[in-house]
């Protein structure tokens, strides 16, 4: 049995739904507990009744600690916060050996049963950036991402995880400050400070915006497959993270202007999660309701960055997104 948990509010239903679902399709011996960071949120879900799911309330999920800290950080900041102590919890209430957290805008496109297993014997897994060199920003944001982080239910484990979490009461901000950044900073040394941590080495692992641009994707035999550009090294696609994907509108995505984007990465990892979400929306009508769209100066804004940035060729972008 595979252990997943994540925190989403009820703007982030469809993208953790789609997380969800896509388990579902790759993964059947699983089980994610979402830790539900609004009523609304809790509500839509427990109405659902999904078979893989457990759902824990905020008010259910929060301890003093986490209180006196609230008013301090933004909301999502506390998010930051709380990412530990998400996993904690899990490793703490409920009988499982493991629990792997993970960002609510992840997609899998095949098992994560691989990346699980890379660990081995050890007690702790963390996946790099690997930033394209042109966004490096690991000094900054940290060289690890704290997208697909698993711990042990073990002393190694739960010792680097309640270091983490206290570290994380302490400071845990939206800002580059004495070496730290957020949550995920903390990652930066820990090969060195903690017994037990592996990297991941599977590059379908730990794809996303900042790191596409080193690779090309096709689909082989029925199976989204990643080529490495520098070294040649194929690979199964795992997961994708859509971070910074805008819902411009109920109809329109966009990812964002910044990152360089090509036709096999908007056609085989866009494109799906895309329909994927607009599917959500027609099965469940309240989660569209509860979606955040752009309007007015940040509508305007989002054009300019897009068409500064990006040009005449991001239509071709935005007609290969939506392709039906």
């Known amino acids: 049995m595979l252990n997943f948990c994540t925190l989403f509010d009820a703007v982030y239903l469809s993208r953790g739904l789609a997380l969800y679902n896509s388990l579902c399709e790759t993964c059947t011996d699983f089980h994610l507990y979402v830790f539900a960071f609004d009523d609304k949120c809790f509500r839509i879900l427990q109405s659902l009744s999904l078979q893989h799911m457990t759902v824990i309330p905020l008010n259910t999920f929060e301890d003093d600690e986490l209180l006196r800290v609230k008013q301090e950080r933004t909301r999502g900041e506390y998010c930051w916060t709380c ?5 904690l919890y899990v490793l703490n209430h409920y009988d499982v050996e493991h629990c792997t957290y993970l960002d609510a805008d992840l997609y899998f496109f095949s098992s994560p049963r691989p990346l699980i297993d890379e660990m081995g014997s050890d007690s702790i897994l963390i996946t790099l950036h690997r930033y394209t060199p042109k966004y490096d920003q690991g000094w900054k944001t940290g060289i690890y991402c704290v997208q697909f982080v698993t711990f042990r239910n073990d002393e ?15 400071w845990c901000y939206n800002r580059f400050e004495d070496g730290k950044f957020g949550d995920q900073k903390y ?3 820990w090969t060195e400070r903690f017994e037990g941590v592996h990297v991941l080495k599977h590059l379908g692992g730990g794809l996303a915006p900042w790191n596409m641009q080193q690779y090309s994707f096709e689909c082989i035999n029925g199976k989204l497959t ?5 070294s040649g090294k194929r690979f199964e696609v795992i997961f994708f993270h859509f971070h910074s994907l805008t819902f411009v509108s109920p109809r329109f995505f966009s990812p964002r202007p910044y990152y360089q984007r090509n036709d096999a990465a908007i056609t085989f990892l866009f494109n799906p999660y895309a329909k994927a979400i607009g599917n959500i929306r027609e099965q469940y009508p309240p989660v569209k309701e ?13 054009l300019a960055e897009t068409f500064i940035r990006r040009g005449f060729k991001e239509f071709h972008y935005i007609k290969l997104l939506h392709k039906q």
């Open 83 to 87: 990412t530990s102590s998400t996993i």
């Open 156 to 170: 190694r484990g739960l010792t680097a995880l309640q270091w983490w979490r206290k570290a994380c009461l302490e």
């Open 290 to 302: 509860a979606e955040r769209y752009l309007h007015g100066r940040a509508y305007c804004k989002y």
């Open 226 to 230: 990643g080529l490495e550009l520098s």
């Open 187 to 189: 990652l930066d040394d």
